[in-house]
């Protein structure tokens, strides 16, 4: 059984004005089977349903959310806006007491999910970072909850390996300043890396490709700085067998970026540069942020094939700053959009981080000529979404052959009224509720701003019950946090007052 779609204007990157149509389009199976000719009648097959647009709705790819951590969905606008080192000591303290049951892990999952698939959002790459450990019962209740769901994900174990000493810039002066609690710096990361390949062993065979190759693996080294060379490799070559995106933060803020000087082992080299030292920046390399890289980072970058996972939400949340979009454009880098996780985003919806990467670009000089154009960015949503998935070809063009995620939006409504111009109207003026439809592999999964596939209400129900039990749990943990901030605020302003001979922040 199928969906036809009859009369709908259909996204088409090459068209002159973005779109075409109206015409039929035929979902058969998990794909697109047919895109009539303008005036041309597709049959629909017995059993299939017929969504009639009479003109009036817009057909476009499912959107890409390319960087995501799933883990923190249940702490949106939790923590106020902090620096990446700061807002770190909140995110997730590594306190017993917030190990996540099962069950858990799987709301929280499913929270994120049922709000991407509200907005049409098809796709997420979640960046898993699961403490203590990626125990296997909560691996499958995480990807349990994206089949349940009906949400295509690529899911990676974000877990670092070292200590809090290996990461840091400006060490010394922060051992002196934490004093007593200075013990923490070298205290192992709670699982060494063997376990943690056991556990990558245990989600690539139980659940790549599993749901009818809804869900894939992928593997995090999270940031270079923050696991050992050989964990790094094992992972890269895990990737390159099994055909995985290789997710890595790199370059995000600023204290990053001062690891040239500060952290001897990288023997001056940027952290980009660094990975290419290693011989693992590599084309199935997602880039993520990417804000305080120079042209040197960027050719290397280029050169590798990687794609850059782009979070501008994110970005200005945590005062990381802009990065470079013209620099990028212009060194070849494919970009794709990502929300980050919910707690320096919020909004676990890609349409604002569409408007932001819109916007806050044009701030860093008078030249519109470098600024971002609506074209670029919705490539970076379905051409750069595709290729951070490994995906090219299959995901991303409304076009016979491809996967059917799709999203169709109701043209009828406020912000298309009156019609001006797409691209224009889709990155500036859309937020997501005018998303009438959801699909994913040809299953519809959310109609009218509410998913189909699970118990919406139910799930939100329970979640609101299972989480305010924990909030006090959390809230102590964030107090102990406390105590930590004046050290690591003063080493954040080293890095602040360090010149790295150039800036990533606008507007002082
Ligand atoms: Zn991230």
């Given at each position: ?14 068209a002159p004005d ?14 697109i ?8 009648r ?15 709705r ?18 949106k ?13 909140f995110?997730s ?8 049951s099962p069950r ?39 990807a ?9 994900a ?50 690539i ?27 790094f ?19 995000e ?11 001897p082992r ?35 970058i ?13 970005n ?9 979009w ?12 990502g ?7 919020d ?20 030249d ?7 074209a670029?960015?919705?490539d970076?949503?379905?051409t750069?979404g595709?290729r951070?998935?490994r ?15 799709l ?13 001006n111009?797409?691209r ?5 003026c ?19 701003g509410?998913?189909t ?6 799930v ?6 299972l989480?305010?039990?924990r ?13 930590l901030?004046?050290?690591?605020r ?7 007052a ?7 922040w606008?507007?002082?």
């Open positions: 059984m199928g969906v036809l779609f009859r009369d709908v204007l259909r996204w088409d990157r090459e973005g779109w075409t149509g109206p015409v039929d389009v035929r979902v058969a199976g998990p794909t089977a047919a895109v009539g000719r303008p005036g041309e597709l049959q629909a097959a017995p059993g299939d349903r017929v969504v009639e647009a009479a003109g009036r817009l057909l476009v790819p499912g959107l890409v959310n390319a960087h995501f951590h799933s883990p923190a969905n249940h702490l606008a939790s923590v106020p806006s902090l620096p990446l080192e700061l807002f770190m000591l995110e303290p590594a306190d017993p007491a917030l190990t996540p858990e892990a799987y709301l929280r999952t499913l929270i994120g999910a049922v709000e991407m698939l509200q907005n049409g959002v098809t796709s997420v790459q979640d960046d898993a970072f699961l403490m203590p450990g990626p125990d296997p019962e909560i691996i499958d209740a995480v349990q909850a994206y089949l349940d769901a009906g949400q295509r690529t899911l990676a174990l974000d877990q670092p390996e070292l200590t809090e000493a290996e990461k840091l810039p400006f060490v010394a002066r922060l051992r002196a300043d934490l004093g007593p609690r200075a013990g923490l710096l070298d205290q192992p990361a709670p699982v060494p890396a063997p376990q943690l390949l056991e556990a990558y062993d245990h989600l065979t139980r659940w790549h490709r599993a749901g009818d190759d809804r869900l894939r693996a992928a593997v995090s080294v999270s940031a270079p700085q923050r696991v050992s060379p050989d964990y490799a094992a992972l890269d070559d895990l990737a390159t067998t099994h055909g995985l995106p290789l997710f890595a933060h790199l370059l803020t600023k204290p990053q970026r001062t690891l040239i000087t500060e952290q990288f023997g001056g080299r940027s952290l980009v540069g660094w990975t290419h030292h290693l011989g693992l920046l590599r084309p199935h390399t997602n880039v993520i942020h990417a804000v305080w890289v120079d042209e040197n980072d960027l050719a290397l280029a050169d590798a094939g990687a794609t850059i996972a782009h979070n501008p939400v994110s200005l949340r945590l005062g990381s700053g802009v990065m470079p013209r620099a990028v454009h212009r060194a070849g880098v494919p970009v794709a959009l929300t980050d996780e919910a707690i320096c985003d909004a676990v919806n890609l349409w604002p981080v569409v408007k932001t990467a819109g916007l806050v670009h044009n701030i860093t000089g008078a519109p000529g470098d600024w971002p154009t609506p670029e960015i919705l970076a949503v379905w750069g595709a951070a998935q995906r090219a070809g299959e995901l991303g063009a409304v076009e016979p052959g491809m996967l059917a995620d999203a169709l939006l109701d043209l009828d409504r406020v912000a298309f009224t009156p019609f111009d797409l224009e109207q889709l990155v500036h859309e937020d997501g509720r005018d998303v009438v439809l959801t699909m994913v592999g040809g299953q519809v999964v959310a109609e009218h509410r998913v596939t699970v118990d919406q209400d139910a939100l129900a329970e979640a609101r019950e989480f305010a039990r909030r006090a749990t959390v809230q102590q943990a964030r107090r102990d946090a406390e105590e901030v004046p050290a690591y003063r080493m954040v302003a080293s890095a602040a360090t010149d790295v001979g150039f800036t990533r606008v507007g002082r």
